[in-house]
Each structure stands twice: as structure tokens, then as C-alpha cells.
């Protein structure tokens, strides 16, 4: 947490600590990222390689990778996201609880990737939306590392207790994709 | 194939014509024969595995349409090619060899959604890679490299999202041959098929 979030003075407070609501939340949020895989090609090679030893995921507080999006808030799509798997991304993303955050892992997430082809979707943030994009084919568990802290680092900076208020229609912010509120 | 084998089969089957191949031994065969001829090679000439459907789709030409089958004798370490023209261009089929060899259930299946050849005899001749309300069969020479625009599969996410399913040319490319004249004055050009704000996007596509 920045120092420039809390107050204390233990003269004049005592055992008080005096904060905002949105840097509890999402300080606490932000060091309790949950993934969910969406694992689809091989991405999900290096991203199996960030939870293991080596590149250890946990030292950043986000190893609890949960295969239910029930569980999970931020969703790691790692891979190739073709025209039908789609649909299936789409629903896995709407079955997660909000709030929720997307990762597009590497070239085919982001973009298609070297599939200009009429069976790749061109980019996943065309059915949901992305917060973080990575590039690389593939990149390295380094590269997913870093975006997960500039996830978390995002989370710091979110309005979190206005946005526990029902969002209106005219604030949906990434183009094509309607996120629930 | 050995010389002998090549004989007898073709004393058996009189239609084969021996086919052009630069690898292995190939044959022609008329598609009402097919099945007749793999049951023989596989149970009396040791081509025990198929390895391989697929299908040429030859444009202009007709026949357009000719399926491929490649086996493989695991005894005699040999590959065998078979070719069976499609008699029509416009709906063509093939007899099914599924009930020779199994593994030509997903093969045929793969060449139907990809090629639109109809398999007769199949049991379960649905899709196996592009989803089942999908319109074209996309390595026929008359569908676009970038593809065509279409519905998503799922029509709720189509309509929450706004997506479709979009041509995507390759920028640049395609990287193809022209296919006429020696190969030596064919080697691989950019097409460069694709669109962006300097080039408008060619119509009819």
C-alpha cells in the first residue's frame, strides 16, 4: 500500500489507522488475484511454467489458479481463441464474479497472431473485455509475471466503492463488449 | 508395392489405372469400387492402416473433385496412394470406408467440413473442426483465403458482443505459387489480398 493511502500517528490516533475505503479494497483484492487458465494453445505451456518452481507466480500472490470461473476473478486467456471456442470463452468470462479482470496472453489472444485465417478470432478483446495484453509467441513466463503486476498495479488505481454501485448503460468502457454491471 | 502384389491386384480389380506419383506406389480407382478394394487390401495385400483422407479440389477442371487415401502396410513397411474422382462437381460424394477402417470416420469427416465431399455410408457425417452452422467448406479453391463474413456460432454472445466472424487477410500475403510453368519460374509471390486505409477492400469478396 502507498504510504500516501493511510494516516498514522500513533500519538494522536493510538492503534488507528486511517485510510480510504478504495486502498483497503483493493489493496486487498489486488494481492488475492485468483486466475482462471483459459489455457487454449501453447501459452498455456508458459503459463503452467509461471505457476512452477522456477518463475513461481506465488511470490506475487496470485498462484490459487482456479479451474471454476465461479472461483477465479482474472482470466488468463492463453492462446489461439478460434470462432468456436468463442462462445465458450465468453461464457466462461460471464460465469465469473464480479469484479473480474482479463489477461490476453501473447499474439493469438491479442490479436489472432499468425492466424489471419476465417477460423481465428482476430484478438479475444472482440467478445470480452482485456485489461492487460502481453505480447510474444509465446512469452516468456517473465512477460506474464510482469503483466500480473501491472494488473495488480491497476487494481491499486480502480474506483472500487463507486463501482460497487450499479454501473449505467453509458459507462461501458471497451468497444464491442457490454460487461455486466 | 512389389511388382507382383501390383499384378494381382490389378487382375482383380480391372478399372485401376496405376497413377502418377513421385513417391509412392499410386492408384486409380473408380469410387463404386472403393470399398471393394480397400476391404482387399487390407485383408489380402497387408495395407492394414489407413493413414490418411483427404481431397483434391482441382477448380475448373472436371472431374473437381478426387479424394486421397494413403495406407500403410505396418508388415511390409509400405505406403500405398489411392484416388477416387468424385462423378459430380456440384454435390460430390464418396462411398465411406468407416466400416473397413475406423480411423476413416474422423478423417472423412474433417474432408467433408473442409472440402464438402459427402461421405455415403457414414454414421455420423457432421463437422469435426468448423462449427455445424457453418456454410462453406473452406479449402474448396473458391472460397477467399481471409475467409467470409458470417454469424457467430452463438447468437446471444453475437448479439451481447457485437462480434462476427470477419475476413481476415493476410497482410501482405497470401505467399503462394501461381502453379503454372516450371517450378523453377513459380516460386512463391505476395498476393498482398489484404485491405487498409491505403488499399480499399476488393468487392465480391
Not at chain 1, 493511502?5 to 486487498?28: H, R
Not at chain 1, 484478438?123 to 482485456?130: A, E, L, S, Y
Request: with cysteine; hydrophobic share 40%.
Amino acid at each position: 500500500m502507498q504510504n500516501t493511502t493511510i494516516a498514522y500517528d500513533s500519538k494522536v490516533e493510538g492503534e488507528v489507522i486511517v485510510t480510504q475505503a478504495d486502498a483497503v479494497i483493493n489493496w486487498i483484492r489486488k494481492h488475492s488475484v485468483w486466475p482462471m487458465p483459459m489455457g487454449l494453445a501453447c501459452c498455456a505451456i508458459e503459463l503452467m511454467a509461471s505457476g512452477g518452481a522456477r518463475f513461481d507466480i506465488s511470490r506475487f500472490g496470485m498462484e490459487v489458479m482456479r479451474f471454476s470461473p465461479r472461483q477465479a476473478d482474472c482470466m488468463i486467456v492463453a492462446g489461439t481463441v478460434t470462432y468456436k471456442m468463442a462462445e465458450v470463452v465468453r461464457r466462461i468470462y460471464d460465469q465469473m464474479a464480479e469484479p473480474k479482470w482479463v489477461v490476453a496472453m501473447g499474439a493469438c489472444a491479442s490479436t489472432g497472431g499468425m492466424y489471419r485465417s476465417y477460423a481465428t478470432l482476430q484478438g479475444v478483446d472482440n467478445i470480452i473485455p482485456v485489461d492487460v495484453y502481453i505480447s510474444g509467441c509465446p512469452p516468456r513466463p517473465e512477460a506474464l509475471l510482469d503483466a500480473m503486476i501491472k494488473l495488480q498495479d491497476k487494481i491499486g488505481t480502480e474506483r472500487s466503492v463507486k463501482n460497487l454501485i450499479p454501473k449505467k448503460a453509458d459507462s461501458v468502457e471497451l468497444a464491442g463488449a457490454a460487461k455486466e454491471s | 508395392m512389389t511388382t507382383s502384389d501390383l499384378a494381382l491386384l490389378k487382375e482383380r480389380f480391372e478399372t485401376l489405372t496405376e497413377r502418377a506419383s513421385s513417391d509412392h506406389t499410386a492408384l486409380n480407382c473408380p469410387a463404386d469400387q472403393l470399398v471393394e478394394l480397400c476391404t482387399a487390401l487390407r485383408d489380402d495385400f497387408g495395407y492394414d492402416m489407413l493413414v490418411d483422407v483427404t481431397a483434391v479440389d482441382w477448380d475448373a477442371q472436371s472431374p473437381r473433385f478426387t479424394g486421397i487415401y494413403h495406407f500403410l502396410s505396418t508388415t511390409k513397411h509400405e505406403y500405398l496412394r489411392v484416388a477416387a474422382d468424385c462423378a459430380d462437381d456440384i454435390n460430390p460424394s464418396l462411398p465411406s470406408l468407416s466400416a473397413v477402417f475406423a480411423s476413416a470416420n474422423w478423417h472423412e469427416r474433417e474432408t467433408y467440413d473442409l472440402m464438402g465431399i459427402r461421405y455415403e455410408g457414414h454414421p455420423d457425417l457432421t463437422r469435426i473442426l468448423m462449427w455445424d452452422a457453418y456454410p462453406y467448406h473452406p479449402l474448396r479453391k473458391d472460397f477467399p483465403l481471409a475467409g467470409i463474413e458470417v454469424p457467430l456460432p452463438a447468437a446471444d454472445v453475437a448479439e451481447t458482443t457485437g462480434a462476427s466472424v470477419l475476413p481476415a487477410p493476410m497482410m501482405g500475403g497470401p505467399f503462394v505459387s501461381s502453379a503454372d510453368g516450371p517450378m523453377s519460374q513459380t516460386e512463391p509471390r505476395a498476393k498482398d489480398q489484404s485491405w487498409n486505409e491505403k488499399k480499399v477492400k476488393p468487392c465480391g469478396e
